[in-house]
């Protein structure tokens, strides 16, 4: 499930396609709330799709999915919400969402949340913009980790690494044993992201990285030197040419036996695995650089709903959001894709995988969670200045004090900018 999160709708070339005609196109027909969906990826279109039917069966109306490849509904958001949207659409907690709130792009839902059951306060906090209203209906949430197959670490006699020093030996024997040590694509923009997130919180801790991504930290800080640096010094063990890779591919040659291990969320490297080899998916933790920060903090993204302003059909669009925030809802969706984690208290975790059992110790023991850098940051910063920053590192890591400085300029125009 990609997260690209490009937000150049305004800006991209005359030969892009608009999201409203793509979604047009896709139309299943006249009448019924609508509902647009970035759930390309046959895992979770099959389960979005189950958990709709799910709605319609209760209410005896009609859910109309438009559904548009991942990466063009992200890159096309910003003129899709301006243009005619769906009733309904699929994004993301955090800075995604406060984005388009303060644009005036969503719908105000405070009135649904007065009447919601099972969320925390955690989650109410990540659907509330910055004007104290509610626009989000949190779904799931996936945490990322480094992932591995048990099978490779038990032939092989690997240990878990808890620190970086152990990581980075652990990759430097995996590559004398035949294997690529990081299986690693980043085609696609976004991929990278948690490796540089992970580095960050590891190396300057959780308060640090938020500070930076908020704006308020310098990008050619001696600490953030340090994490272009250490990453520099992992670079030899990922897989070469990652900017002309996607994370599909990179998954695959870890269910292939081919890699040993890959920085990415839940969901990602499961879609890769066929159902008899799954249970063979395990992950860790993130190691620990500074002992100061440990292991504390997680990243672990959350998706939901969002009602746009334009809204045609209003009172059909809230009906589907109720029973979008439902527990019932999310069983209907983790049924066909065990690869999230429901944030509703009073879903059914009974079916569980040891995979989602774990990932919900990691999320709920973490002292702080972030929600991945192009959450975590304004969308044009994210999506003008660090996907190209991180591309540009990959294929030349020696120059970071010009990178960082690269970066820095930039920042300070966007972060002034009105």
Not at 116 to 128: I, M, R, V
Not at 143 to 151: C, D, I, T, Y
Request: proline share 6%; net charge positive.
């Amino acid at each position: 499930m990609s997260r690209r999160t490009l937000l150049r709708g305004a800006a991209v070339g005359a030969g892009a396609v608009a999201l409203p005609s793509v979604l047009a196109a896709c139309s299943s027909g006249p009448g019924g709330v609508t509902m647009g969906s970035n759930a390309s990826d046959p895992v979770p279109k099959k389960a979005f799709a189950a958990a709709f039917t799910a709605y319609e069966k209760k209410s005896k109306k009609t859910v109309r999915v438009n559904t548009v490849n991942h990466e063009n509904f992200q890159e096309n958001i910003n003129r899709y919400l301006q243009g005619t949207p769906d009733d309904v659409f699929m994004w993301f907690a955090g800075n995604r969402m406060h984005y388009f709130a303060q644009k005036g792009l969503l719908s105000d839902i405070s009135d649904l949340w007065r009447d919601f059951d099972g969320f925390s306060e955690a989650l109410k906090k990540q659907s509330t913009g910055l004007d104290g209203k509610q626009y989000l209906v949190p779904y799931y949430y996936y945490p990322w980790a480094v992932f591995h197959r048990k099978s490779v670490f038990r032939e092989r006699g690997y240990d878990i690494p808890k620190t970086f020093d152990q990581y980075r030996a652990l990759a430097k024997q995996m590559q004398k044993d035949g294997l690529v040590p990081f299986a690693f694509g980043d085609k696609d923009g976004w991929p990278a992201m948690g490796t540089f997130d992970y580095l960050n919180m590891r190396a300057n801790g959780y308060d640090f990285h938020i500070a930076l991504l908020r704006g308020e930290k310098s990008w050619n800080s001696p600490q953030v030197k340090q994490v272009f640096d250490l990453w520099r010094g992992l670079l030899p063990y990922h897989q070469r040419g990652a900017n002309g890779r996607t994370w599909q591919e990179a998954a695959q040659t870890l269910a292939q036996k081919k890699a040993g291990m890959t920085v990415l969320g839940l969901p990602h490297p499961g879609q890769q695995f066929s159902a008899a080899d799954r249970e063979d998916l395990d992950f860790f933790p993130f190691p620990e650089i500074d002992p100061a920060h440990g292991q504390d903090a997680v990243e672990a993204p959350i998706d939901g709903f969002l009602m746009s302003k334009k809204a045609k059909d209003r009172d059909g669009a809230k009906e589907l959001l109720k029973f979008l925030a439902t527990p019932q809802a999310e069983d209907s969706y983790l049924k066909s894709d065990p690869n999230n984690v429901a944030v509703n208290s009073g879903a059914d975790t009974a079916a569980y995988t040891p995979l989602q059992k774990k990932a919900v110790q990691l999320v709920s023991g973490a002292r702080q969670i972030s929600q991945f850098l192009d959450r975590d940051t304004r969308p044009d910063f994210a999506s003008t200045v660090m996907i190209q920053a991180i591309q540009q590192f990959l294929n030349k890591p020696d120059d970071i004090d010009g990178l960082v400085n690269d970066i820095e300029r930039q920042k300070k125009q966007i972060f002034s900018a009105t």
